[in-house]
T-cell receptor, first 112, second 116 residues
Framework: AQSVAQPEDQVNVAEGNPLTVKCTYSVSGNPYLFWYVQYPNRGLQFLLKYITGDNLVKGSYGFEAEFNKSQTSFHLKKPSALVSDSALYFCAVREQGDKIIFGKGTRLHILP | DTGVSQDPRHKITKRGQNVTFRCDPISEHNRLYWYRQTLGQGPEFLTYFQNEAQLEKSRLLSDRFSAERPKGSFSTLEIQRTEQGDSAMYLC??????????????FGAGTRLSVL
């Protein structure tokens, strides 16, 4: 079965510093990978996806993610963090049939 | 495009009662999904539809749960004889099957269920 792991429950970063939120995956074929963000009392918002092509994927709000097949990772990155980036971030992988399997989430705190 | 709409936003019920939630997907999205999210966890897949056909159900979806999408537009999720363990956020998502947004699921704000 396909799965994703987010090894950090929480990540703290000072405003203006680069941020990384880690994700590793396990799939039986070519992965479809996603990052979503969840703000309080709101639904999940799509940030970016990797299907095929360039390993560096650019998404919304200045976020990007790097697909690394050898390390089975898909870490989310941003060069300069904003306080408004504080939220819950989910990595996800698409299984056969179109359902998405989500990680447990990583809470990102950007410190002013 | 008004996004995915879910109603109600919050539902408090007593154990043993039946509840029904509604989801209105983004218009022209022919796929619709239901997920359940508990505190500290990521969303867990429950079921999904392509148009009016229910294509897959998770084993999490016990026989007390039923979902419908009768005309291929809005969907309902019913929980019969609710239990305290059903307390969670129920999320709905929709996606198109073609175009640049293919493979992207767009989520509603969710319905938070509290079973007392």
């Amino acid at each position: 079965a396909q799965s994703v792991a987010q090894p950090e429950d929480q990540v703290n970063v000072a405003e203006g510093n680069p941020l990384t939120v880690k994700c590793t995956y396990s799939v039986s074929g070519n992965p479809y990978l996603f990052w979503y963000v969840q703000y309080p009392n709101r639904g999940l918002q799509f940030l970016l996806k990797y299907i095929t092509g360039d390993n560096l994927v650019k998404g919304s709000y200045g976020f990007e993610a790097e697909f690394n097949k050898s390390q089975t990772s898909f870490h989310l990155k941003k060069p300069s963090a904003l306080v408004s980036d504080s939220a819950l971030y989910f990595c996800a992988v698409r299984e056969q049939g179109d359902k998405i399997i989500f990680g447990k989430g990583t809470r990102l705190h950007i410190l002013p | 495009d008004t996004g995915v709409s879910q109603d109600p936003r919050h539902k408090i019920t007593k154990r043993g009662q039946n509840v029904t939630f509604r989801c209105d997907p983004i218009s022209e999205h022919n796929r619709l999904y239901w997920y359940r999210q508990t505190l500290g966890q990521g969303p867990e897949f429950l079921t999904y539809f392509q148009n009016e056909a229910q294509l897959e159900k998770s084993r999490l979806l016990s026989d007390r749960f039923s979902a419908e999408r009768p005309k291929g537009s809005f969907s309902t999720l019913e929980i019969q004889r609710t239990e305290q363990g059903d307390s969670a956020m129920y999320l709905c998502a929709s996606s198109p099957t073609g175009g640049i947004a293919k493979n992207i699921q767009y989520f509603g704000a969710g319905t938070r269920l509290s079973v007392l």
